[in-house]
């Protein structure tokens, strides 16, 4: 019997548009206007183009078309979201430049389903680990960029990611089977497929939803030293079930399970200096024998009721529960190979496995309303959520990869439970003029414990075993208010002030007298002017936002002198200021033009603390362009019967960024190029089948999408790495509808 996790039947979700505009319609091609596009962005079903906030749509099949299934692939198409790929299936997010780095809490918000996923905080990793979620079974992915503190709590700082999952259909049995292959330049092979089934049981009332994908991402980085080639390649597998049962008139439950997992067999990370230029080779690195393996899994179950209770008004309670695996052998010889020989000679590197895991539950339950002249919504929220995590550094020989003694043995254990209730109205005050408010009280609880063994002979390195405990609690209110003005009825104008905050915490250590044992939540404030709509007979859509975004009491990362060890603190304040936009274009029923761009000025607005972390008034915030942009073209025509052939391609920008905030004025910040990337693609489609060619990265740029020090210091004489976006990819796809 094979198991769920490894089940490979799938579906591809509903929703054919055109990736890189947000603004875009569910539509078959040779339409001449955009349809309307539906979110839940504010916990409720909404036209796009009526939610007064800035708010990306991305359809799901069309980035499985297009050979797009991870967030490093289609992350230019949304205005103001940044990428920091940390290698080995880890991720940092940022929306409107609100980010420090890497190292702490996260300032984007997850959820599936309208269920949060991830830990809230460093101590359980939440800022490196997200889902992740190939697109296989998924309706759309939402991005909401500005705080979202109010309808969605703690960590969304910045914005937040929505995952939509794509629902059962009680009306009629249908499928889709979708394969594809692909060749990287300098690398290797991929391919995969995906299928799934919808299956009414009982006809208008109860069906199930069964798909599955196993896929296979090629590699591309090359380990000489080991002689191993594209050592990057990594294998997804998994599958959703999903049940929609309408129970009685006004009363439907969905239940369904998720589980995807991603298997890599070594690091992506490119061996530079400190100008990032290659120092073994183009796509090459040197790592320790033995290490850069991870396995990465996502289990997530839900549940939802909606009952209509009468009067118009609806009930809708949802459980989730997720568990979040990650586990992988780090390679810190940057860091502690100085220092292993004279420990545990003749050892002359080190070899770190670790892994993490986070569970997670949540319940909402909210109760809302939509009339004529007012429309509200009021909840309650709890969250229980449960890290560990273990660290093993061991003393080991560079050339076997045997281990040679222990420099510490590390056991952590993170808990955050929080309550929360919310509130949101609308007031409709004429038919074109509402004001929307809304506010969220939380109140949540910690608790962290870390037991870390040291050896006698390591002390002199690392200092005594400790055992270490800390607890802390913190509260928050958050809020938004925005008054919106309809122009015309598809054009609308608004004004929004949001709040957002992520929450404060305990240390993970008792360094020395001047180490905080707890830090406090940060918050920021966003003032944004929009607009928005279709215009030209709705032949051309766009969304305009102008923002300034206030950042408070910034939770900073520092490294402790003595063991080099990360510790938070409250210091200083940022700015982000900017304009983002989307637009799609239809000037006939052939041909699509879109695109989006962001203008982005995210920097301090006071000097950081000078010990362990360094940055002066006016420094930009790390890993956040400027500018950046994409533009896209599609050309169709018809060829026999029903059968239409289509051209495109799009070009992506991304400006000059600046990496983490270095430890001390005498150390290197990294500057990372800007770089242009282009897609092609051709093929032919019928509503029941498509077939597309593709080539991604045509000019098989090496643009750089990170860049760190191999250690915790980041000298000119130090190594240094970089990742880089996949070489020049060619491949096909074939889809089949049933």
């Known amino acids: 019997m094979i198991g769920f996790e490894r089940f490979t039947l799938f579906a591809a979700t509903s929703g054919l548009a055109f990736v890189v505009a947000p603004a875009m319609a569910q539509e078959t091609p040779d339409q001449s206007i955009l349809s309307e596009i539906v979110v839940t962005a504010q916990k409720r079903a909404q036209r796009l183009e009526d939610v007064p906030m800035a708010v990306s ?61 991830g830990s809230v905080s460093i101590l359980g990793f939440g800022s490196r680990f997200f889902p992740n979620l190939d697109p296989s079974d998924l309706q759309r992915i939402e991005v909401l960029r500005g705080p979202q503190g109010t309808l969605y709590g703690a960590s969304s700082l910045g914005g937040l990611l929505k995952y939509v999952t794509t629902d059962p259909s009680p009306s009629e049995f249908f499928g889709r089977v979708q394969a594809d292959a692909s060749q990287i330049n300098q690398g290797g092979l ?51 079930i999903a049940l929609l049962w309408d129970i009685a008139p006004g009363v439907k439950l969905k239940l369904a399970a998720l589980n995807q997992r991603e298997q890599g067999d070594g690091t992506n990370q490119i061996t530079t200096d400190y100008r990032l230029n290659e120092t073994i080779g183009d796509l090459e690195h040197g790592e320790q024998v033995g290490t850069g393996a991870y396995s990465n899994r996502t289990q997530f179950y839900s549940g939802s009721l909606s009952v209509d209770v009468g009067s118009g008004i609806g009930l809708d309670v949802i459980t989730g529960y997720s568990i979040n695996d990650y586990a992988t052998i780090a390679d810190p010889s940057p860091s502690y190979g100085p220092y292993v020989g004279f420990v545990y000679p003749p050892a002359d590197a080190a070899a770190m496995p670790y892994a993490f895991r986070t569970r997670k539950f949540s319940q909402e339950i909210r109760f809302s309303q939509s009339g004529t002249r007012f429309d509200w919504l009021v909840g309650g929220f709890f969250t229980n959520e449960d890290s560990t995590d273990y660290f093993l550094a061991n003393a080991a020989d560079s050339v076997t990869g045997a281990y040679e003694g222990v420099l510490f043995d590390e056991h952590d254990q993170f808990r955050y439970k929080e309550y929360a209730g919310f509130a949101d109205v609308t007031v409709h005050l004429t038919p074109r003029f509402d004001i929307q408010a809304g506010g969220r009280s939380g109140h949540n609880t910690q608790k962290y414990h870390s037991l870390t063994a040291i050896p006698p002979e390591a002390e002199i390195l690392l200092g005594p075993t400790t055992d270490f405990r800390q607890n802390s609690s913190d509260s928050a209110f958050t809020y938004q208010v925005s008054p919106s ?43 944004e002017l929009g607009l928005k709509g279709t215009v030209l007979d709705k032949r051309l859509s766009f969304d305009l936002a102008a ?149 991604n990265n045509v000019g098989d740029t090496r643009a750089e999408l990170y860049a760190g020090s191999l250690g915790s210091r980041s000298f000119t004489t130090s190594p240094f790495y970089k990742l880089v976006a996949q070489p020049r990819t060619v491949g096909l796809t074939v889809a089949y509808n049933f």
């Open 547 to 695: 923002y300034t975004l206030d950042w408070k009491d910034i939770q900073l990362a520092f490294h402790d002198e003595t063991t080099g060890f990360l510790f938070l603190r409250n210091a200083s304040k940022a700015v982000s200021r900017g304009v983002e936009g989307s637009f799609e274009f239809r000037p006939g029923k052939t041909l699509q033009i879109s695109g989006n761009a962001s203008f982005n000025n995210a920097k301090l607005a006071s000097d950081l603390p000078a010990e362990g972390s360094y940055g002066v008034d006016g420094d930009v915030l790390p890993n956040v362009p400027q500018f950046s942009g994409t533009l896209a073209v599609e050309q169709s025509f018809p060829l026999t019967g029903n059968l239409e052939g289509f051209v495109g391609g799009s070009v992506n920008y991304v400006g000059h960024r600046f990496g983490e905030f270095a430890n001390s004025s005498a150390e290197v910040r990294l500057p990372m190029s800007a770089y242009t990337k282009g897609d092609l693609r051709l093929g032919v489609r019928s509503d029941q089948m498509s077939v597309t060619a593709f080539v």
């Open 57 to 117: 749509a991305l359809p799901a099949e069309e980035l499985l078309n297009r050979n797009q299934p991870k967030i490093d692939d289609y992350f230019y198409s949304v205005p103001g979201l940044s990428l920091s790929p940390l290698a080995s299936g880890r991720y940092n997010l940022s929306i409107r430049g609100v980010t420090t780095g890497v190292s702490t809490s996260p300032t984007v918000g997850v959820t599936i389903d309208d269920v949060p996923y």
């Open 485 to 527: 003005f309809k122009i015309a009825p598809e054009l609308l104008v608004y004004a929004r002030l949001s709040t957002g905050y992520r929450p404060g915490g305990p240390n993970a250590g008792d360094f020395d007298a001047s180490t905080p044992r707890t830090f406090k939540s940060d918050r920021t404030t966003n003032y």
């Open 190 to 240: 991929g391919g995969g497929i995906r299928a799934a089934v919808n299956i009414p049981l009982i006809s208008d009332q109860l069906a199930i939803r069964i798909s599955g994908l196993s896929r296979h991402d090629g590699g591309y980085v090359d380990d000489p030293g080991q002689g191993r080639k594209d050592v990057d390649r990594a294998n997804v597998y998994g599958g959703r």
